[in-house]
């Protein structure tokens, strides 16, 4: 079964993930989405991106957006708390896109992944200062401290799990 993992990420955190996501599939072929092949050519595609703005970034919705008939995973890295509704969002309108492809599902990963902080400076100044991102509240400091953790490796054991499963899904493995 050919296996093509493909990621979108501005400052590695995805990739780092991507990276175990592909360690754990025999055979399976490694890309950044800028120079990912044509993917149908393969039978079980994973594509990893960053979460932008509350959705999955734009290169990665347009690779998603022309998938048809694929069995199709995702994995993403975010600021915010995987277990958030936030992060819940992203996961089901990716979900939506990949299945308006008559694509099959073959479920996803996500982990939180450090903010780069020029961001953070960027928002504070640009941003009204009662803007919940202006501010450094309690809370969002100790998302944030926790985010700058990530990806770490309990993370990367879960998307070597994530991966193995989507593989046996997908029909790979010999089952
Ligand atoms: C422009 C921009 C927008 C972002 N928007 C969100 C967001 O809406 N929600 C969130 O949880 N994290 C958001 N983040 C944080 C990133 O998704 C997170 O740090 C991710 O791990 C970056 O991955 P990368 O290192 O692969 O680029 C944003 C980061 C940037 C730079």
Not at 9 to 33: C, D, M, Q, R, Y
Not at 56 to 77: C, H, P, S
Not at 157 to 175: H, I, M, S, V
Request: aromatic share 6%; net charge neutral.
């Amino acid at each position: 079964m050919k296996t093509l993992v493909t990621y979108s990420s501005l400052t590695g955190n995805t990739k780092k993930v991507a990276e175990a996501v592909a360690s754990a599939i025999p055979g399976s072929e490694l890309h950044p989405i800028d120079q990912s092949p044509d993917p149908s050519g393969y039978d079980l595609i994973l594509a990893g991106f960053w979460v932008d703005r509350g959705e999955a970034d734009r290169k990665t919705k347009e690779f998603l957006g022309k998938l048809q008939g694929k069995a199709v995973g995702f994995f993403f890295t975010l600021g915010a708390y995987p277990d958030s509704a936030h992060a819940d969002d992203v996961a089901r309108v990716t979900g939506e896109l990949i299945e308006r492809g008559q694509n099959e599902p073959m479920g996803s990963f996500r982990c939180q992944g450090k903010v780069d902080p020029a961001l953070l400076g960027r928002m504070k100044k640009s941003l009204p200062p009662d803007h919940p991102h202006a501010r450094m509240t309690e809370e969002r400091k100790a998302r944030l401290t926790e985010a700058a953790k990530h990806p770490n490796d309990k993370d990367l054991e879960g998307a070597r799990a994530f991966a193995l499963e989507a593989f046996e899904r997908a029909g790979g493995g010999g089952r």
